[in-house]
């Protein structure tokens, strides 16, 4: 294996985790804790959306087995974008090298993602699982060339999801103050452009994103399949019909409440 190879593999992950208390907010992190458990060289950051960090999620931390770092920043209760920059800027501010992921704690993540994670040497976009409209949401990629976007929100630049992209974090220092700087719901596109100049700078991971192995928002005890299905399903189905069943199914708790 050559040297260029060698450091690839051998790059630390970084994953960047906002969490406010909510109901399930335990299940989702236990299930991170036993995705991220037995990948090396992998570090997590967690940054509560309090003036404090949680006793119960400084146990379950603990117990994991995973490297972490377990940090407090708000209340603000504005889809984490604070707390994941809280984040960017400690490992700014600190030098960590790696590449850095932004891993929301209810997402489900395959164990192929981690190896396509340490290919990044800028910047590296990805499918994500349960979202888009045809329920993988990814960019159309064809001899390594982008062609078009698989995705909601094509009026974005980089129309990605949180899960759908990383970086290395020897990119940020170039960044002065805010590094996540949007403030309403997303910022994905924001921060993308504040890394890289260009979309013909975007690396293409999983078979040239033909291959998925993360899902957003994948309810607890779901498996992927089951979880896209249900999707495809609900992008199918009439509002007048979908939201009472849905308020069935979160009284009974089965559907994932979302990072934020």
Same mark, same amino acid.
């Given at each position: ?16 985790? &906002?969490? *406010? ?8 992190? =236990? ?9 090396? !060289? ?12 949680? &006793? ?44 850095? *992921?932004?891993? !929301?704690?209810?997402?489900? *993540?395959?164990?192929?993602?981690? !190896?396509? /994670?340490?290919?990044?040497?800028? /910047?590296?976009?990805? &499918?994500?699982?349960?979202?888009? &409209? ?10 390594? @060339? ?8 094509? @009026? @974005? ?20 103050? =805010? ?8 910022? =994905?596109?924001?921060?993308? !452009? ?62 994932? =409440?979302?990072?934020?």
């Amino acid at each position: 294996m050559n040297s260029a190879r060698q450091l690839q593999r051998d790059q630390p992950l970084i994953f960047v985790t &906002p969490t *406010y208390p909510r109901r399930s907010r335990l299940g989702f992190l =236990e299930r991170c804790a036993r995705d991220f458990s037995a990948v090396r !060289d992998l570090f997590w950051l967690v940054v509560e959306d309090d003036a404090a960090t949680a &006793p119960d999620v400084e146990r379950l931390l603990a117990q994991s087995g995973v490297r972490h770092l377990y940090l407090a920043h708000g209340p603000t209760r504005k889809w984490g974008n604070a707390q994941r920059d809280h984040g960017l800027r400690h490992i700014r501010d600190q030098c960590w090298r790696g590449v850095v *992921y932004l891993a !929301d704690d209810d997402n489900k *993540y395959a164990p192929p993602l981690f !190896d396509e /994670l340490r290919k990044v040497e800028r /910047l590296g976009v990805l &499918p994500v699982g349960r979202r888009g &409209p045809w329920g993988i949401e990814r960019p159309i990629v064809r001899d390594g @060339r982008l062609i078009r976007w698989n995705a909601d929100w094509k @009026r @974005r630049k980089y129309p990605v999801d949180m899960a759908g992209f990383a970086f290395r974090a020897e990119l940020l220092p170039d960044i002065s103050g =805010e590094i996540f700087r949007y403030r309403g719901g997303g910022g =994905e596109s924001e921060l993308i !452009d504040l890394l890289i100049k260009s979309p013909v700078e975007l690396e293409f991971l999983c078979n040239d994103c033909r291959d998925c192995h993360v899902w957003h928002n994948l309810p607890l005890g779901w498996s992927a399949r089951r979880g896209l299905a249900a999707y495809i399903a609900h992008r199918r189905t009439p509002g007048f019909i979908r939201r009472p069943a849905y308020r069935l199914i979160d009284s009974l708790g089965l559907r994932g =409440e979302g990072a934020y």
